[in-house]
């Protein structure tokens, strides 16, 4: 079965210091997300990709947070500077469809985890 | 704020049949009821989909009553293995799967 592969899995860092997430979705599935998931949580959806164009990022913080899917594949997930409240895990979903819920799987990455120090 | 109210933990044992009921008082028309199923350190899985009435898949079975207003994740015959965090969603048909979700229910399952 396919999966979304997503790296680091895990990442410590410093506050004030930049990081970075990989995500490669399934292969062919047109939707791609970046959730952050806080312990003891739900995720929280943070951006919405269709294809290379944002469709929702209004939760993310831009101030310091920034994502990218150039080519409509693969995407990072860049926090700079980080804080310590960015601990969580990040995850990166993807979905065939462009858009509707019937029958539109999401499917979800491992999770990078980040520890802010 | 959640459109699913959930309760926060269940135990039970193994080998029984377990049930989880999810409110969505305010459940839309167009929206379909979702039910993933998260183990630690893992990202979530989906379990099962429905609109109303019952669905049932390898895994579990959803039941839905006529006024749609909550629903009922069941799985048969639990493992330890069925151990995790699952959350019921709401969302609309048409929209661009903005789900949002809950904290979920901590499903314990002992020996």
């Known amino acids: 079965e396919a999966e979304v592969a997503q790296s680091p899995r895990y990442k410590i860092t410093e506050k004030s210091q930049a990081v970075a997430f990989w995500c490669d979705p399934i292969?062919?599935?047109?939707?791609l997300y970046w959730y952050r998931q806080i312990l003891g949580q739900g995720p929280e959806l943070l951006v919405q990709f269709q294809d290379e164009s944002v469709v929702d990022d209004s939760q993310l913080p831009k101030d310091r947070f920034s994502a990218e899917r150039l080519k409509g594949v693969d995407s990072t997930l860049k926090i700079q500077p980080a804080e310590l409240g960015d601990s969580a895990m990040y995850l990166c979903?993807?979905?065939?469809?462009?858009?509707?819920?019937?029958?539109?799987?999401?499917?979800f990455g491992e999770g990078s985890w980040l520890t802010v120090v | 704020l959640a459109k699913t109210t959930q309760p926060i933990s269940m135990d039970s044992y193994e080998g029984q049949e377990v049930n989880i009921t999810c409110s969505h008082n305010?459940?839309?028309?167009?929206?379909?009821i979702t039910w993933y199923q998260q183990f630690p350190s893992q990202g979530p899985r989906f379990i099962i989909q429905?609109?109303?009435?019952?669905v049932t898949n390898e895994v579990a079975s959803l039941f839905i009553p006529a006024d749609r207003k909550s629903s009922t994740l069941s799985l048969p015959r639990v493992s330890l293995s069925d151990t995790a965090v699952y959350y019921c969603?709401?969302?609309?048909?048409?929209?661009?799967?903005?789900?949002?979700w809950g904290a979920g229910t901590k499903l314990i399952i002992k020996p």
């Open positions: 305010n459940i839309a028309t167009n929206d379909y």
């Open positions: 429905g609109y109303k009435t019952k």
């Open positions: 979903a993807s979905s065939k469809r462009k858009q509707g819920i019937v029958g539109n799987t999401i499917y």
């Open positions: 292969s062919g599935h047109a939707t």
């Open positions: 969603l709401v969302g609309e048909t048409d929209s661009n799967y903005q789900l949002i």
